[in-house]
């Protein structure tokens, strides 16, 4: 595995160099006289700082924009020699490597399932040697075994501190409990590791996609095996002070509702987590109600595309329940709008494929709840993450905190 080696020429050259491509990361248009004020350096010097990089292939031309004199200025990007950074997603299942290159395209993906023994007290031993095992062999693959690795970024399920790097507890796998995931793999194989909540990751992803004024305040709330909330503020992804925000999975929105894996009774993910959603569909089912999802009680043929299907051809006992289970996510949106007036609030994950039958009772709660000023030019969006997505996510996050926290001399290399 390459380090990250810009110059040897000197410490000075190796502390310009470093910071012309900080400042190319971080300016939403990077053009001369932009990266000279980020930086506190001349136009002069920092051309003469450009024109090194891009012999080099560490940055490159991206286009032209408008100065403030009126004439255009060209525009630079982080070139494809700079390196590219690893995401891993995880959860009960299997897992996903993504390796993106500092244009964030996807240059090398990897699907493996997770093989779990009978012994819930190993699974963490099983998880860790599958993931480790399949990213040096990722890693040393044809494809990025001459590229630089600048950072990796891992989403595991359940919750996480991304401050430490401690995966807190699993979600639907045992075993889990303040396990140091971040200092195991940076060990491991020698650069930067983040260990990213799933839903920060596909928020950012999600900005990513948006226009910069849409994606300054965006809310993506992750509704699947487990509930969370991604949250974008400024251009930044807020974390809070352990990495830790966003966890709204565990707002009470039912209070006579099922007992949460927290302790508390009625949490918003025992209400519209998948799992929450099949469980309340059984139930109701086993009472005898006259329904079309009948046939699919006993099969284990209910699922959540089955569910939108019947609510879709009219069935009464998918309506009424997804209109119900609208209602008290529209409890929980109305707190997260009342918390951070965003202006977008997009809901995905899984449970995304119902969202045309939540939507409408959770409007009705929002407007219920929220005075109408906090409303003006809310975006509230229905956007089923793509299976890549949390990989690319953690991937992006990963980078970025490498751009923010390495110095000249790690950049430096031996």
């Known amino acids: 595995m390459l380090k990250f080696h810009i110059s040897m020429d000197s410490k000075n050259s190796s502390r310009r160099d470093f910071k012309i491509l900080q400042a190319t990361y971080f300016l939403l248009t990077p053009t001369r006289n932009e990266i000279a004020r980020?930086?506190?350096?001349?136009?002069?010097?920092?051309t003469e700082t450009l024109?090194?990089?891009?012999?080099?292939?560490?940055?490159?031309?991206?286009?032209?924009?408008?100065?403030?004199?009126?004439?255009?200025?060209?525009?630079?990007?982080?070139?494809?020699?700079t390196g590219y950074s690893v995401?891993?997603?995880?959860?009960?299942?299997?897992?996903?490597?993504?390796?993106l290159d500092a244009q964030h395209q996807v240059v090398q993906?990897?699907?493996?399932?997770?093989?779990?023994?009978?012994?819930?007290?190993s699974h963490l031993d099983d998880i860790l040697k599958q993931i480790s095992t399949e990213?040096?062999?990722?890693?040393?693959?044809?494809?990025?075994?001459?590229?630089?690795?600048?950072?990796?970024?891992?989403?595991?399920?359940?919750?996480?501190?991304?401050?430490?790097?401690?995966?807190?507890?699993?979600l639907q796998v045992s075993g889990i409990a303040h396990v140091a995931l971040g200092d195991t793999l940076e060990k491991m194989f020698g650069v930067t590791v983040v260990v990213e909540d799933a839903a920060r990751c596909l928020a950012f992803v999600e900005a990513s996609r948006r226009a910069p004024e849409k994606a300054r305040d965006l809310v993506y709330l992750y509704l699947g095996p487990g509930v969370g909330a991604g949250i974008m503020i400024g251009q930044e992804p807020f974390?809070?002070?352990?990495?830790?925000?966003?966890?709204?999975?565990?707002?009470?929105?039912?209070?006579?509702?099922?007992?949460?894996?927290?302790?508390?009774?009625?949490?918003?993910?025992?209400?519209?987590?998948?799992?929450?959603?099949?469980h309340r569909f059984q139930q109701r089912l086993s009472e005898g109600v006259?329904?079309?999802?009948?046939?699919?009680?006993?099969?284990?043929?209910?699922?959540?595309?089955?569910?939108?299907?019947?609510?879709a051809a009219g069935d009464r006992l998918a309506q009424s329940t997804l209109f119900e289970l609208g209602t008290l996510l529209g409890d929980a949106v109305s707190k997260i709008i009342k918390l951070y007036n965003p202006r977008t609030l997009v809901i995905g994950g899984p449970v995304g494929i119902l969202g045309e039958h939540l939507r409408e009772p959770?409007?009705?709660?929002?407007?219920?709840?929220?005075?109408?000023?906090?409303?003006?030019?809310?975006?509230?969006?229905?956007?089923?993450?793509?299976p890549r997505d949390e990989a690319v996510g953690a991937a992006c996050l990963a980078e970025r905190r490498f751009w923010k926290d390495a110095n000249e001399q790690s950049i430096r290399g031996d």
């Open 38 to 46: 980020f930086t506190g350096r001349s136009p002069v010097s920092v």
């Open 290 to 311: 006259i329904s079309s999802l009948q046939k699919h009680r006993d099969d284990h043929g209910l699922t959540l595309e089955v569910i939108r299907d019947a609510a």
């Open 135 to 170: 990213l040096g062999g990722f890693l040393a693959s044809a494809g990025l075994r001459d590229r630089r690795t600048l950072a990796i970024g891992i989403a595991p399920p359940g919750m996480v501190d991304t401050e430490k790097g401690i995966w807190l507890h699993g």
């Open 362 to 386: 959770m409007w009705i709660k929002v407007r219920q709840k929220v005075i109408p000023e906090m409303l003006v030019d809310l975006a509230m969006e229905i956007a089923p993450s793509q």
């Open 239 to 278: 974390h809070g002070s352990h990495g830790m925000a966003g966890e709204v999975g565990h707002l009470v929105v039912e209070e006579e509702g099922a007992r949460c894996s927290c302790g508390n009774i009625g949490c918003l993910e025992t209400v519209v987590s998948s799992s929450s959603i099949l």
């Open 109 to 121: 993906e990897l699907d493996r399932v997770l093989s779990l023994s009978a012994d819930p007290s």
């Open 87 to 99: 995401g891993i997603s995880v959860d009960a299942t299997g897992f996903r490597f993504v390796a």
């Open 51 to 81: 024109n090194r990089l891009l012999g080099k292939g560490l940055v490159e031309k991206s286009g032209k924009t408008q100065s403030r004199s009126g004439r255009p200025s060209v525009t630079y990007r982080l070139g494809a020699k």
